[in-house]
């Protein structure tokens, strides 16, 4: 619509990869662990992803090899049933993966405030746009409503 300056924002995606290319640890891991804590076993995360267990196993596994090390203390099941938590390391992972996480949004933002506010390339047009950092509130709204396209976008591939 002509006559009100858009609202523009930067979106980016981070995640850690091997020398070979392979996903060691993004945002898909990060949910995949945070939910095993949450949940307290694969199995539960799982479901509450809506993932198969298979699915999971395999990134949980990946990524352990590819660290070399492993992110999750496994307790199979018995008389009082099995779970998994995350080792130390795996929290450290997970603690430092959200810092560079939120360094990178930030600096993102930065960027893009100045870079597209510098030359005022909307100088000529009806209405300029007003360029905004995100709260971290706002980027975790951001998050869930990526994952629910994500999450469409599988449905609509399974589909297929």
């Known amino acids: 619509m002509i006559g009100e300056p858009p609202k523009l924002r930067i979106k980016s995606k981070i995640w850690i990869m091997d020398e070979q290319g392979k996903v060691v640890f993004g945002a898909g891991r990060l949910r995949i662990f945070c939910a095993i804590e949450e ?23 990946s990524t352990e090899e590819r660290v070399g090390q492993p992110i ?23 603690e430092r993966y959200k810092q560079l996480e939120d360094l990178t949004r930030s600096s993102a933002d930065t960027f893009f405030g100045s870079i597209f506010a510098a030359d005022n390339i909307w100088e000529n047009s009806p209405g300029k746009p007003i360029f905004s950092a995100q709260s971290r509130e ?6 869930a409503e990526h994952r629910e396209e994500e999450r ?3 449905e609509i591939a ?3």
């Open 39 to 61: 949940h307290g076993s694969i199995l539960g995360a799982a479901r509450a992803l809506g993932m198969s267990y298979r699915a999971v196993w395999g990134k949980i596994k």
């Open 152 to 154: 469409s976008g599988v």
């Open 138 to 143: 706002e980027r975790q709204r951001g998050h």
């Open 158 to 160: 399974k589909e297929k």
């Open 72 to 94: 999750l203390q496994k307790q199979t099941g018995g008389v009082h049933g099995g779970g998994s938590t995350l080792t130390p390391f795996g929290r450290t992972l997970i």
